[in-house]
């Protein structure tokens, strides 16, 4: 059985979805539903069974976990880079997440975790993913602080050699709907070109940075869980790598592919940075690619304009957008 925590969840049922094209359905969904729309990210999944994170942690903790276990993919955890409640972020993004290692590492049993881009904090100590600068990392949100305290746990336990951790950039593509403001820039343009014919972007409050030039690392969900099947099947590459095209676009280029996508002349308003998140925005990201490629990965990402059309056409103009 392969276990996926978050499988409801945008990343987590992208590549339950990719277990399903390989032809495997034995699968354990671990997740909170609530009241969410996520439930529809599973309607056209195939999967032995559903049990919800806290029943599975309970679970977990008293050892009373009875599956006999082929892989642990671990993409739960709460993903909002807003959130501030950090007792409620160290419980459930790095506890939980210790808790679950050790289970797997234990009995030998394969563990790839989503980590983040959001370790690199402002960005101005590069975005290596080497594991010498990984101590050195100063996240600038809790979010990313949680995700932090996981990889330097890993590392102190010298567990680089036995599980995988995925440094995620910025991810877009179907199965994000339920993600609110947490939705990507793709998903969030598309709607606006829907209802008003033009797109808002934020303002730079940076010299050296045009408006709608700030820079990000866009990979598409659709690559990211063959990268993600690709390591579990090659039990060799472990480590803690980081996954994006490592070509970094700015916010233009990418509202751009999406009025090409949708036929649309482009049309867009600069308006001015909430105050609140102007300390913490990271006007580049782009990841450093290298030590994925050193294993053999092969595969390739595709253009920010391919991943957009095929976003766009494939699924957001489509009667059921869902994978």
């Known amino acids: ?185 793709v998903h969030k343009s598309f709607g606006q070109i829907r209802q008003t014919g033009k797109v808002q972007l934020f303002k730079s409050h940076r010299e050296g940075f045009g408006h709608g030039e700030q820079v990000r690392d866009f990979v598409y969900v659709k690559d990211c869980v063959e990268v993600m099947w690709w390591l579990l099947k090659h039990p060799k590459a472990r480590g803690i790598f980081n996954l994006g095209t490592g070509r970094a676009r700015t916010w233009n280029d990418l509202v751009s592919a999406v009025f090409k996508a949708s036929g649309v002349k482009p049309d867009i308003e600069y308006i001015d940075m909430p105050l609140e998140i102007r300390d913490q925005y990271q006007y580049v990201t782009e990841a450093k690619m290298d030590k994925l490629r050193k294993t053999g990965c092969p595969v390739k990402c595709r253009s920010l304009e391919d991943a957009i059309e095929d976003y766009v056409k494939g699924h957001l103009q489509q009667k059921d957008p869902y994978l």
């Open 1 to 185: 059985m392969y276990i996926v925590t978050g499988g409801a969840g945008f990343i987590g049922s992208a590549f339950v979805w990719k277990l399903n094209q390989e032809g495997i359905d034995d699968i354990l969904i671990v997740d909170a539903l609530g009241t969410s729309d996520k439930w529809k990210n599973l309607v056209k999944k195939r999967y032995a069974d559903f049990i919800h994170k806290d029943a599975f942690y309970e679970m977990l903790c008293e050892g009373r976990l009875p599956f006999k276990t082929k892989a642990v993919i671990h993409m739960g955890a709460c993903s909002s880079t807003t959130e501030r409640d950090a007792d409620y972020l160290m419980e459930n993004n790095v506890h939980y997440s210790c808790a679950l290692a050790r289970w797997a590492v234990a009995r030998k049993i394969p563990f790839l975790y989503a980590s983040s881009a959001a370790t690199y904090g402002d960005g101005s100590l590069g975005f290596s993913d080497a594991d010498r600068t990984t101590p050195a990392l100063q996240p600038i949100n809790m979010y990313g602080y949680s995700k932090q305290l996981f990889d330097l746990w890993v590392i102190r336990n010298k567990l680089l050699g036995k599980v995988t951790g995925i440094k995620f950039f910025n991810v877009f593509g179907p199965n994000e709907y339920h993600k609110g403001e947490m939705r990507s820039v």
